[in-house]
């Protein structure tokens, strides 16, 4: 399956964004869905997940609150409010078989290419 995440840009603290990841190739509803992201300097971490029904959901406590993941077609998004400068990164998007949900990086299959999201002060 290939992955083309969007929706990164520049927004100021306080702000929201949504991000988009759209699967092309085999059928998207047997994969989970995460997003990821990775800070300058700092290792790739778990931000959200939903199952293949979207029933289940698990967020990153710096998450909790504040994004939403879910899920429509063959598209997964990851909609973030109030944003803060912390959460500037690359977020990427992530596709994985396993049945369990699943916060583990090396469990996912497929990824996007990412896409930048920068929140100033």
């Known amino acids: 399956v290939q992955l083309q995440a969007s929706g990164g840009g520049l927004v100021q603290a306080g702000g929201s964004l949504r991000l988009s990841c759209t699967a092309s190739?085999?059928?998207?509803?047997?994969?989970?869905m995460g997003w990821f992201r990775q800070a300058p300097g700092k290792e790739r971490e778990f931000v959200a997940a939903?199952?293949?029904?979207?029933?289940s959901k698990n967020y990153a406590d710096s998450a909790k609150g504040r994004f939403t993941i879910f899920r429509d077609k063959n598209t997964v998004y990851l909609q973030a409010n109030n944003l803060k400068p912390e959460d500037t990164a690359v977020y990427y998007c992530?596709?994985?078989?396993?049945?369990?949900?699943?916060?583990?990086?090396?469990?996912?299959?497929?990824w996007g290419q990412g896409t930048l999201v920068t929140v100033s002060s």
């Open positions: 992530a596709a994985s078989s396993r049945l369990f949900i699943t916060t583990t990086r090396r469990l996912y299959d497929y």
């Open positions: 939903i199952s293949q029904s979207g029933d």
């Open positions: 190739g085999r059928t998207f509803s047997v994969y989970q």
